[in-house]
């Protein structure tokens, strides 16, 4: 424990060094923040995507993707400055490796939960809009956690099995693939056959998840509700986060054998 405790310190004080945090991790998702609420606001509520109980959830998800890239620069500049390869010769075991960049990348991700719901709050204030509740809040954050868990391991998988150059291209695309199938800022209800398919993907079940928490509604002014939908997508959510889990451990383990 001790041994994973200081790799994390020392993990934490790249990380913080690096612009790229500050930048995308906290900035990128408040400024889409403000940008659709102003939108919302000069179209008059026309568009309930853009309403800050449901606009969040769709922000908060797709913040998460940046701690995914961060960790895939971070994992792949380590395996390129050849650091890692004189770890594995010090006492730490595998599981200290990976806990050393998930646990920072979770916090990372809860810090980033915490801003999304402050922040949100206040351009609700000024907005006049409705907000939600303490408990909400909290429901929302735990609703979130599945998809959070999911990125970390899925930068650190891309990280470690991808070089430095490579690994933040891919990442990009991961990126964009979550913000538009994950309907962050569009209404996917209305698309038909195309919201069929982000059902079986993790974006958009994990979106539903936290308007349902956060009691949105639909375009048409349905709410959105638990139903069988939204139980196959957590299921479908939590089997695509267990393979990255695992793809990422057993990828780690392969490349510190070789």
Not at 46 to 53: D, G, L, M, Y
Not at 62 to 72: D, Q
Not at 165 to 186: Q, R
């Amino acid at each position: 424990m001790r041994r994973m405790l200081t790799f994390l310190n020392r993990n934490f004080k790249e990380m913080i060094r690096d612009p790229i945090v500050y930048i995308f991790c906290l900035g990128f998702p408040l400024v889409m923040l403000i940008m659709f609420s102003v939108i919302n606001h000069f179209t008059s509520g026309a568009t309930p995507t853009f309403e800050p109980v449901s606009l969040i959830p769709g922000i908060m998800m797709f913040s998460f993707t940046f701690v995914m890239l961060e960790l895939s620069l971070q994992v792949s500049k380590d395996k390129t400055s050849a650091l890692l390869k004189r770890l594995y010769t010090s006492p730490m075991r595998p599981i200290d490796f990976i806990l050393g960049y998930a646990i920072l990348g979770i916090l990372v991700g809860l810090a980033q939960a915490i801003c999304t719901i402050f922040f949100g709050y206040i351009v609700s204030l000024i907005q006049g809009s409705g907000y939600f509740n303490f408990g909400r809040c909290m429901l929302l954050i735990v609703t979130q956690m599945p998809i959070l868990i999911f990125f970390v391991f899925l930068g650190i998988l891309c990280g470690t099995a991808l070089n430095e150059k490579s690994a933040p291209g891919i990442c990009s695309i991961l990126i964009s693939a979550a913000g538009v199938l994950g309907g962050s800022w569009m209404p996917l209800e209305t698309m038909g056959g195309f919201k069929s398919f982000c059902n079986f993907l993790p974006f958009y079940p994990s979106v539903c998840l936290g308007r349902i928490a956060t009691n949105a509604t639909y375009v048409s002014g349905e709410v959105y509700s638990f139903s069988n939908i939204s139980i196959v997508g957590l299921v479908l959510l939590i089997v695509y986060t267990i393979v990255v889990l695992v793809g990422g451990v057993l990828i780690f383990n392969r490349r510190k054998d070789n």
